[in-house]
Structures are given as structure tokens and as C-alpha cells.
């Protein structure tokens, strides 16, 4: 079945620094991928909708400029949280959308981002 | 927009049934689908509904009407690990989740 890589499935950063999140579709193409955030107890929340080749759509109360994302190929979406700040520790979720899916949508592991 | 509505909490007995109703708002709307997700891990495909009626995969099932805007999804035979939160979410061209159902199976 279809696959979604995501790495790290866990950092630690400090305040002020920035982290990189990847996300990949290993046995098919994603021209569509999508990032949630979840915070504890909580649901999933989209953040952007990211399309190979061309700038992400982000969710209202997102800012795009805090999370950068490149979707370069059609197997790769990355997500860069930049100057995290202890607020921004969360889950990250990324999903693929795969038309030999059924619903479509396959979702990454997950990753946990802490920042100190 | 999106909203959709699900109970926050669902108690069970092992071996018992439970259905987990969820409403929704949206436009362009493709679908309802089911995920599971423990504590700490990612969410996991349970079911989808495009058409309204009935969908079985094993213990669980899932029903839509899209005249009402309501699904549910049924856990028979409840195990302990089913314990976990359940969201449901509408594909509209991306997935809009609910905000989820903790459930609590006891023995």
C-alpha cells in the first residue's frame, strides 16, 4: 500500500533556531500534500496545503512565513518551523493525497517537536 | 467553511457496541472517512464513506447520510485496545477532522 516517510519523528530544538521536517511518498506520486498540527488533546489542525511545483495554500491564522513550506518534487514536501519559540512544540502530521487510496489521503508518522 | 460535530467522550464495556455519531457543515463535499489514533502515535485509516449507506471492515462499520450531513461509525466486540480517540473528517479536495471522541473501554 501507499507509504508516507516523515522524519525526524522527534527533535528537540532550542528557542530562536529553526527545524526542518520532510515528508515522503515512497511508492507513489503526491502532487498534493498536506500539514496538520496537533496539540495535545486536541484535534487535527491543517495547516497549509502544499502542490508540487508551486506555492503552498495556507489555512487562515497561519503564518506563512513562520512555516515555509517547499514542495520541490513530487515525492517530497518539506516543512520548516523557523525561530521556533516553546508555543510552536507541538505534533506535525503530514498526508499525501494517493488517488490508488481508498478515501485518498495517507498519513506520515508523525513528528514531535519540542522546543526549550 | 467546515464544522463538524462529535461526541467528546464514549465510555464501553469490553465486548460491548458503540457508535459514534458525527455531523457536518461543509461545501464540496467528497466524503466522510474514519481515523483512530492512540496516545502519541498518528492517525489510522479506519473507513470512508463516499455514497450514503453502510461500509463493513470488520468489527468496525460506518454509515452516511449525506441528506442529513450525519455518519457515524460502529465498534462491535469491543477490545481493550480499542481504547483511543476516533475523528471523523470530511474530504472536501483536503481532510477536515473533527475534533474527536476519546473512548474508554473498561473490562
Known amino acids: 500500500g501507499a507509504v508516507v516517510s516523515q522524519h525526524p519523528s522527534w527533535v528537540i530544538c532550542k528557542s530562536g533556531t529553526s527545524v526542518k521536517i520532510e515528508c515522503r511518498s515512497l511508492?507513489?506520486?503526491?502532487?498534493?500534500m498536506f500539514w496538520y498540527r496537533q496539540f495535545p488533546k486536541q484535534s487535527l489542525m491543517l495547516m497549509a496545503t502544499?502542490?508540487?511545483?508551486?506555492?503552498?495554500?495556507?489555512e487562515q491564522g497561519v503564518e506563512k512565513d513562520k512555516f515555509l513550506i517547499n514542495h520541490a518534487s513530487l515525492t517530497l514536501s518539506t516543512l520548516t518551523v523557523t525561530s521556533a519559540h516553546p508555543e510552536d512544540s507541538s505534533f506535525y502530521i503530514c498526508?499525501?493525497?494517493?488517488?490508488?487510496?481508498?478515501?485518498?489521503?495517507?498519513f506520515g508518522s508523525g513528528t514531535r517537536l519540542t522546543v526549550v | 467553511g467546515q464544522s463538524l460535530e462529535q461526541p467528546s467522550e464514549v465510555t464501553a464495556v469490553e465486548g460491548a457496541i458503540v457508535q459514534i455519531n458525527c455531523t457536518y457543515q461543509t461545501s464540496g463535499f467528497y466524503g466522510l472517512s474514519w481515523y483512530q489514533q492512540h496516545d502519541g502515535g498518528a492517525p489510522t485509516f479506519l473507513s470512508y464513506n463516499a455514497l450514503d449507506g453502510l461500509e463493513e471492515t470488520g468489527r468496525f462499520s460506518s454509515f452516511l447520510s449525506r441528506s442529513d450531513s450525519y455518519g457515524y461509525l460502529l465498534l462491535q466486540e469491543l477490545q481493550m485496545k480499542d481504547s483511543a480517540s476516533y475523528f471523523c473528517?470530511?474530504?472536501?479536495?483536503?481532510?477536515?477532522f473533527g475534533q474527536g471522541t476519546t473512548l474508554q473501554v473498561k473490562p
Open positions: 498526508s499525501a493525497r494517493d488517488q490508488g487510496v481508498r478515501a485518498g489521503y495517507t
Open positions: 473528517a470530511v474530504a472536501t479536495g483536503k481532510l477536515i
Open positions: 511508492d507513489f506520486q503526491a502532487t498534493t
Open positions: 502544499s502542490n508540487e511545483g508551486s506555492k503552498a495554500t495556507y
